[in-house]
C-alpha cells in the first residue's frame, strides 16, 4: 500500500491514535500523519501510507483553515473549554463589534504559544511543566493569519463562530484568548474544526470507519490518492525521462539538462520527475545544469 488517505479526525481521538488505528487496519508500520490535531479538535488529517510517508516533513503547502467556536466573558488555563475555567462574567457584545476586534489579528502578527501546547522549552513540552502546575515564559512567535470571518455571533449568548484561514503554527485558541483581551472581558474555544490542511479539504475527507469498510471490501486502491497531490500544485516545474533516463535516475545517475531523452517544463526550484510511463518519481532540482534527486517515492 502507498498513497494519501485524508482522514476525518474525530473528537477525542488523537493524531497518534488515527495512525495507530490505521497501522492496524492496514497492517503497515509505514504511516505519518500532516499536522497534528488536539483531542477536542475534529476534521482534515492527511494521512500518508507506505512510501508516501517519506513526504510528512516536507509537504510544501502549510495553509489550513479552521471553524472555531468561542464564547466571551471567561478564561480559561488551556485557553478552551476543556481547561479550568473562570466564573462567566456578563458581556453585551455585538457582531460588528466582534468584526472590528478580529481584524486586529490578521496579517503577520506575533502570538504567545500556550502553555497547553507540544512547544519545548529546555528540551521539556510546554504541556508537560503545565500539567505540573508550573507556568514558563514564552517568547512571542511570527504567526501568519490570512484571514478571519465571524460566521456567527449571538448577542444573547454572547457565543459565535469564526472561520480561521492560517499559516500552520498558529493556535487558534490563542487568536480567542487574544480577543477576549482585546475585548477587556476573556474569551474561550469552545470548539475546533480543521476544514482544509496542506491542499486537502474537508470533502477529501473519510472517517475510520468509513475506511475500515472500504478495506474489508478490497477497494481500498480507489481512495488512496498518489504523493504527487500533495506537490503538484506548489511546484510548476517538471523532468519528464524516456525509458533509458529513468533506470539511470532510480540507480542514483547523474542527467544533465539538455541531454537527449530528458524534458524539463517550467523550470523551477523543485521539480516533480516523472517516469517513462507517467509514474511519479519524486522530487528534483536543477544545479549546475544537472539534475539533482531531492526526494524519492519509488
Known amino acids: 500500500m502507498d498513497g494519501i488517505i485524508v482522514i476525518y479526525k474525530e473528537k477525542d481521538w488523537t493524531s497518534f491514535d488515527v495512525v495507530a488505528k490505521l497501522r492496524g ?12 490535531l488536539d483531542p477536542m479538535a475534529e476534521g482534515v488529517l492527511p494521512v500518508f501510507v507506505g512510501k508516501s510517508a517519506r513526504a510528512c516533513d516536507m509537504l510544501p503547502c502549510e495553509e489550513k483553515e479552521y471553524v472555531a467556536g468561542f464564547e466571551l466573558g471567561m478564561t480559561s488555563d488551556t485557553l478552551d473549554i476543556t481547561g479550568k475555567v473562570s466564573k462567566k462574567k456578563q458581556t453585551s457584545f455585538t457582531k460588528n463589534e466582534i468584526c472590528d476586534a478580529c481584524g486586529k489579528f490578521v496579517g503577520d502578527i506575533l502570538q504567545i504559544p500556550p502553555m497547553y501546547s507540544a512547544i519545548k522549552i529546555n528540551g521539556k513540552k510546554l504541556y508537560d511543566l503545565a500539567r505540573e502546575g508550573k507556568t514558563v515564559e514564552r517568547e512571542p512567535r511570527p504567526v501568519t493569519v490570512y484571514e478571519i470571518e465571524v460566521l456567527d455571533f449571538c448577542e444573547k449568548t454572547q457565543t459565535g463562530k469564526m472561520r480561521v484561514k492560517c499559516k500552520k503554527g498558529t493556535y487558534i485558541r490563542s487568536i480567542i484568548d487574544d480577543l477576549g483581551k482585546e475585548l477587556g472581558c476573556g474569551a ?4 475546533l474544526e480543521r ?4 491542499g486537502f479539504v474537508k470533502a477529501d475527507a473519510l472517517r475510520i470507519s468509513q475506511v475500515e469498510e472500504i478495506f474489508n471490501r478490497g477497494e481500498i ?3 488512496l490518492m498518489n ?3 500533495a506537490f503538484d500544485k506548489a511546484y510548476e516545474g517538471r523532468v ?3 525509458e533509458r533516463l529513468t533506470h539511470l535516475y532510480k540507480n542514483g545517475v547523474k542527467l544533465s539538462v539538455g541531454q537527449e531523452g530528458l524534458v524539463v517544463k517550467n523550470q523551477s526550484e523543485t521539480m516533480l520527475a ?8 519524486g522530487l528534483c532540482c536543477e544545479c549546475d545544469g544537472v539534475i539533482k534527486q531531492v526526494k524519492n517515492f519509488y
Open 25 to 36: 487496519i492496514f497492517h503497515e508500520k509505514r504511516i505519518g500523519h500532516g499536522g497534528t
Open 188 to 191: 474561550v474555544m469552545t470548539s
Open 195 to 198: 476544514t482544509a490542511s496542506a
Open 221 to 223: 486502491e480507489n481512495v
Open 227 to 229: 504523493v504527487e497531490k
Open 240 to 242: 519528464f525521462l524516456s
Open 274 to 281: 516523472y517516469g517513462s510511463e507517467g509514474e511519479f518519481l
